[in-house]
């Protein structure tokens, strides 16, 4: 679904770098939301967004921040990458209740 | 919060086969349950759903039931093809409105040719 993109769509960086995955989207949609995604254990929600200025933690928030720069683009940050916050990551974005997702950006923190 | 339970985490089935997916949630406010299915190295897709006030609801080869008053819901897939094979998520919400979705840890399906 090219309607929702991401960049980058793998990244290699080490302990304790900073680091921006971005998300982009055309389907007009108010709701946005990032998730990351471990074997084992599903999609966990880290922040979701319902408007430009509406901004929510979700399960998983520790070490991750988010900025909603417009309706159409949403953001996630790793201030200080860990080994732990190894994942593939997932934005989505939904209108009322399906749920459209990105590609997914893999990330891998050594 | 909402907490969503799937069971199993693996299946492997003969192809022809019947699948069975079966999920539990705890808030009974939710009323809004789709199913994600995400193909290896895809982006998962939402393939069915059901809300509260429906017990069963069919798509071809794939249905989803509900049950309110137990708090599950399953996915059935008959007959199984090969392109079956893939990991399915259960969700649970709040239908319509403003909601966060609870995603289950996921089973993956592996249909034997």
Not at chain 1, 76 to 99: G, H, K, M, V, W
Request: with cysteine.
């Amino acid at each position: 679904d090219a309607d929702v993109t991401q960049t980058p769509r793998n990244r290699i960086t080490k302990t304790g770098k900073r680091i921006m995955l971005e998300c982009s989207q055309t389907k007009g949609h108010d709701r946005m939301y990032w998730y990351r995604q471990d074997p084992g254990l599903g999609l966990r929600l880290i922040y979701y967004s319902f408007d430009v200025k509406d901004i929510n933690k979700g399960e998983i928030s520790d070490g991750y921040s988010v900025s909603r720069q417009a309706q159409a683009k949403f953001s996630l940050s790793l201030e200080s990458a860990i080994p732990n916050q190894t994942a593939l990551y997932f934005c989505a974005t939904s209108d009322r209740n399906e749920q459209f997702f990105g590609p997914g950006t893999r990330l891998t923190v050594l | 919060g909402e907490n969503v339970e799937q069971h199993p985490s693996t299946l492997s089935v003969q192809e022809g086969d019947s699948a069975v997916i079966k999920c539990t949630y705890s808030d009974s406010a939710s009323n809004y349950f789709p199913w994600y299915k995400q193909e290896l190295g895809k982006r998962p897709q939402l393939i069915i759903d059901i809300r509260s006030n429906v017990g069963e609801k069919k798509d071809q080869r794939i249905a989803v039931t509900l049950n309110k008053t137990a708090k599950h819901f399953s996915l059935h897939i008959t007959e199984t093809q090969p392109e079956d094979s893939a990991v399915y998520f259960c969700a649970a919400s709040k239908a319509g409105g403003y909601q966060k979705v609870t995603f289950g840890t996921g089973t993956k399906l592996q249909v034997i040719p």
